[in-house]
């Protein structure tokens, strides 16, 4: 197993990327999450378990974001067991949205 907390929409360097924009933090977060698990030798399809938080009430705000993962290239994760929180913040200044996946290693 892997656990794969805290996809954050962050670069590279650390930096945030797109503060105040759902839909680029979401691509960030998507292109970290898909990182993360083939350094481990993982694909997006071996994703048993993923959680979302977003920072929003906004249901509206909520299903956009939940479009966006499965419609990106890891929408496998979002076959299982896939949990969609709106939360009142997350840890970094600006930040919108984070993933914890946890996946079945081969």
Known sequence: ???LAGQ???DAGGELVGEGDVDAQV???VANSLTAPAAVGARPDRVV???IYVVSEDTAVLAGVWRRLRESP???ASTTASTLLGVAGL???GQLVEL???AALP
């Open 1 to 3: 197993m892997a656990f």
């Open 74 to 76: 890891l929408a496998p």
């Open 49 to 51: 378990r993923s959680v």
């Open 100 to 102: 914890d996946l946890t």
């Open 91 to 93: 840890g970094f200044t």
């Open 27 to 29: 691509n960030q977060v």
């Open 8 to 10: 954050c929409p962050l």
